[in-house]
């Protein structure tokens, strides 16, 4: 889509020609709220409540304990399982549904390691913070001398993954940025070096086609409330390859896991199948819940809602770029499409309050410390529409300035905001002790601090300075009648206005030269508007050319 077609009713008529249009109807959704949260929680289908209340008032209710049989309670586990290993790209009999994601986690990475003789095991230092307390917890419990390597990238990913690994454990798509991890490559390069990889499905499970099978995954884990819409705190699920479920054992051997449950024998005898990784009796009105959402998804080719997916997130970052240029975000996902899942993320220093404010006017993503807004897009029920209106209010927030007010000036964690708690703790310290010196202590930190920021920012004035001058240099106008700085409207020539909102620091420098760019632009329309073609070069932008609507300065510019 051109972007200077990018309007309100331009993405009415993508989301008519939607073959997921219809989806949407079979959710509960609020009026009034935008829901981009779908890769936190998933939204309600409306076959659940009707699901649920059949469990409950017919099958308990009524039939009682005999729906253990009558009703399948006892294969639910695994009935559940095998749908889902049609969503991720498994054998029928390689995937159970049971417990919460971490336990889970802690289940195979233990089987792992008995079959490995390792003692090193790779993760990401950004991988989410369950995973590697499970990690070091396992370490802990064992007490075998396993040690936890953190790398910090793909590339050092791949470096790291050498022969004395035993087991690689990855999120196949970051909770805080999006970004997708080569499942084949890694899982290849793991195998080369004899290691077993456990891949955490949390964020990509339902959201895009999986080949667990086709990449010769070992194990893997997953939840069911994000893209399964099973509501929250829905059983989690776990894959372990055909080939191993003979060879492992799982530290929680539970009663259910039992190859002969009911004989209640005194010593355990694992299940000769995967159900050995099932502990205690499952939770039957929870996997009811989630065996809608599992139902609901079987329903829809996967790869299309790869493809909407896709779309959505190139359509939200095209309009950030657009609308919101000026206001500091930065890109925390990858920008090539195919390198991140079903999310995008931005960071900026105001991200909680700017989230809450967000809220507050119905648009639901969500915001991961220190300065990550994450919007989400499930593709069932997320339309084109709501990705333009989402950015017109965040634009809103930006321009009114609405998320500096009270009510949103909160940390990540519901706190004070930091200065004044800072204040606060001090006075309050100072009181106590009968003196102001905690006070007067936090005074001279805070005034060390002002003078270190004014002096960057007489930095960033400097260097706005020659910014203004190569801008006003390096505008080439076809046809225009004036080519001169001195023809350069106020805005663009006075560095104090051409900085815009972007005095935070020197670091935001790149934003400044954005900021300065686009008003170059405009500076153009009002000095040639017979020209269709127009250049800027500045500072470390790269050259940009475009065609030029003079009625819509809506440039798609990335």
Known sequence: MSSHLITQHACKELDA????????????????????DGNSLGALPKATAPRISQVVQEEWG??????????????????????????????????????????????????????????????????????LYMLEGLIRHLGRGHQLRLVDSPEELLTAIDGDVAVVVLTHVSYRTGRMLDMAAITARAHARGALVVWDLAHSAGAMPLQLSRYDVDFAVGCGYKFLNGGPGAPAFLYVAKRLQERVQQPLSGWFGHARPFAFEPSFDPAPSIQRFQCGTPPIISLAALEVGVDLMLTVPLSTVREKSVELGRLFRRLVDLECFEW???????????????????????????????????????????????????????????????????KLVMQERLWDRAEYRRSALGEE??????????????????????????????????????????????????????????????????????????????????????????????????????????????????????????????????????????????
């Open 328 to 394: 500091d975000f930065q890109l925390a996902s990858p920008g090539d499409v195919a390198e991140r899942g079903s999310q995008i993320c931005f960071t900026h220093t105001e991200g909680y309050s700017i989230m809450q404010a967000l809220i507050k006017l119905g648009v639901v993503g969500d915001f991961r410390a220190p300065d990550i807004l994450r919007f989400g897009f499930a593709p069932l029920y997320v339309r084109h529409v709501d990705v333009w209106d989402a950015v017109q209010k965040l």
């Open 417 to 558: 905001d930091g200065l004044a708690k800072r204040l606060t703790n001090a006075y309050s310290g100072s009181k106590k002790k009968k003196n102001n010196s905690g006070l007067a202590e936090e005074v001279k930190r805070l005034q060390r601090h002002a003078a270190e920021t004014e002096a960057q920012l007489k930095q960033v004035e400097e260097e706005l300075e020659s910014l203004r001058a190569s801008t006003a240099s390096t505008i080439k106008l076809p046809g225009a009648k004036s080519k001169e700085p001195s023809a350069i409207p106020s805005e663009v020539a006075d560095p104090e206005r051409a900085k815009g909102g972007h005095r935070k620091a020197a670091s935001k420098f790149k934003n400044v030269i954005r900021a300065a760019a686009t008003k170059a632009w405009a500076a153009t329309r009002l000095l040639s508007r017979k020209s269709s073609t127009f250049e800027v070069t500045v500072g470390a932008l790269e050259r940009i050319k475009e065609p030029m609507d003079w009625e819509n300065l809506k440039i798609d510019w990335f």
């Open 17 to 36: 020609l939607d073959p997921l249009a219809s989806f949407r109807s079979q959710f509960e959704l609020p009026e009034h709220i935008i829901y981009l």
């Open 62 to 131: 009524r039939d009682l304990i005999s729906s253990w049989n009558k009703h399948g309670w006892w294969q639910a586990q695994q009935r559940v399982g095998r749908k889902i290993s049609r969503i991720i790209g498994a054998a029928a009999d390689e995937v159970l549904v049971a417990d919460s994601t971490s336990i889970n986690l802690f289940k195979v990475v233990a089987a792992a390691l008995d079959l490995h003789p390792g003692k090193i095991l790779v993760s990401e230092r950004a991988n989410f913070p369950t995973d």
